[in-house]
């Protein structure tokens, strides 16, 4: 039944269930991911490999044996199409950037791409893959991968907008975007995201959410937006609406299940085949269905137990802790980190927010949870986690700036552990945080995505290089899962 919520204006707005929001749409098109690899077969143009810009690193919980990059150099994109896999992941980590650089490392990340390809005759594709609950930066960073297409000679038909998270809670349907909170699900600029002190915003319905993003550049009435029963039911109406889109126009599809996304997939293969082409602003599962892949069942104990070393050396010997870090401030990653507090016995060390952002007190606060976690690694595994007051700033780039000085102190501790000892494993909680620490506190440069700790979230990655060789790297988003999520996967790496 229908409930009553107050929002946090403290009005009441009425709430639907997955099941009455989908009761008057037809069910769930019977598209399997063996028929999104036939449609590629099938294809009279090779599939192109696909580029996925991930503003976090959290886009990987959703995909299975890809290779990742968190450099983007020529060499590293090199690297990654010698793996001849469908999609390469690269972690720009621009959500957490002002748009000036975002820009920028977009510019750059595009441009040595293109120059690897063109080297081995391989056709790329482009996507931004960003946060299902509309945080990043839109329109910014489609229109410049466009911009640095079109100095190739290259036009962009149509981007293609598509949040939908569905292992989530995270749908759209009738227009409008969904994120489950607790069994409901409310419109999302109805939640704590569309509160964010950076990329906030003040509507639920994609094609309006475009306008408010673009300035009313784009308008609403020029977004496409195909209804659940065209992508459920009318796949040549579909395809249509996609061979239709040119110079840039958006296209926001309905989307409500991983069947959806496969029937949307069928219908971009056969209009790119046929010479359009896309640009993609997608949640985490897209790449997945697009490029023909299942949904991996968690990985297992003896599958963590795999990718571990355990051998370590003189000057960093192997200790029986793992490092859980924590740095997301969402409310749902406080439930969690309450419930692993409160099941499993880890060692509890704070990083203080205030502390950390004022030069005068930085180092003797680091260097002495540093040496803090060293002893008590060698006991049992540990959580570091920032101090849980959300400190934020004047305007949205003081916030920023803070939370890069923050997210700079949490890799600075977590660097100066590992290059002393090899924790069991290392899980990172929150999207700017887990890829801070892949990059500059386990200085990870090339991994392999292996799997999901959970269904459909919660990654798996093996470093190929850096500190963390022979360590497991979960990458844990701030914002998915239940309150016993992180404690299921910390006990999974405890066996």
Not at 60 to 67: C, E, G, K, Y
Not at 121 to 128: C, K, P, R, V
Not at 367 to 386: K, M, P
Not at 453 to 476: E, K
Request: net charge negative; hydrophobic share 40%; glycine share 6%.
């Amino acid at each position: 039944m229908l409930r009553a919520y107050a929002n946090g204006d403290g009005k009441e707005i009425v709430v639907p269930t997955y099941e009455e929001l989908l009761a008057l749409y037809p069910p769930s098109p019977s598209v399997t991911a063996d028929d999104v690899r036939t449609a590629i077969k099938a294809r009279q143009h090779p599939d192109p490999v696909f580029i996925v810009l991930d503003d976090d690193p959290t886009g990987t919980q959703s995909v299975t044996d890809l290779p990742v990059l968190m450099a983007w150099d020529v060499e590293d994109f090199q690297w990654a199409l010698a793996e001849q896999a469908p999609a390469i992941y690269v972690m720009t980590n621009s959500r957490s950037l002002d748009p000036h650089e975002a820009r920028r490392i977009t510019i750059e990340a595009v441009t040595n791409a293109l120059s690897a390809a063109q080297d081995l005759d391989i056709t790329l594709a482009f996507a931004t893959r960003s946060d299902s609950t509309l945080r990043g930066h839109f329109p910014l960073e489609p229109d410049t991968i466009a911009e640095v297409l079109a100095s190739c000679g290259q036009d962009v038909d149509g981007v293609v907008l598509v949040p939908a998270f569905p292992e989530a809670g995270r749908i759209t349907v009738g227009g409008t975007h969904y994120a489950r909170i607790g069994e409901d699900y409310l419109p999302v600029s109805q939640t704590e995201f569309a509160q964010d002190a950076t990329f906030g915003y003040r509507t639920s319905r994609l094609s309006e959410w475009v306008e408010e993003k673009t300035k009313a550049t784009v308008t609403a009435n020029t977004v496409s937006t195909p209804s659940l029963t065209d992508v459920r039911t009318d796949p040549e109406r579909l395809a249509s609406d996609l061979s239709a889109l040119s110079d840039r126009q958006v296209i926001a599809p309905d989307i409500a299940s991983e069947e959806d996304l496969r029937a949307l997939s069928l219908a971009l293969i056969r209009t790119e085949d046929q010479g359009q082409h896309f640009i993609y602003r997608v949640g985490p599962p897209f790449m997945r269905t697009r490029i023909g892949q299942e949904p991996r069942t968690p990985l297992t104990s003896q599958d963590v137990m795999r990718i571990r070393d355990t051998s370590g050396t003189p000057q960093r010997p192997a200790v029986p802790g793992g490092l859980v870090v924590v740095g997301s401030h969402v409310a749902l990653t406080t439930s969690q980190l309450d419930d692993l507090r409160s099941h499993v016995e880890l060692a509890r060390f704070e990083i203080d927010v205030a502390t950390v952002i004022d030069p005068g007190t930085r180092e003797k606060h680091i260097q002495a949870v540093v040496s803090e976690v060293v002893a008590a690694l060698r006991q049992g595994s540990v959580i570091i986690n920032t101090s849980r007051r959300l400190v934020v700033g004047v305007g949205a780039d003081e916030s920023l700036d803070i939370s890069r000085r923050v997210s700079d102190a949490v890799v600075e501790t977590v660097h100066r552990i590992v290059e002393q000892v090899v924790p069991r494993f290392v899980v990172a909680k929150g999207g700017i945080t887990s890829s801070d620490v892949a990059a500059r506190g386990l200085d990870i440069r090339h991994a392999r995505c292996i799997g999901p700790m959970l269904p459909g979230i919660v990654s798996l990655w093996a470093a190929q290089d850096g500190l963390a060789q022979g360590v497991p790297y979960i990458v844990f988003p701030g914002n998915v899962g239940t309150s016993t999520s992180l404690t299921e996967v910390v006990r999974t790496l405890e066996r």
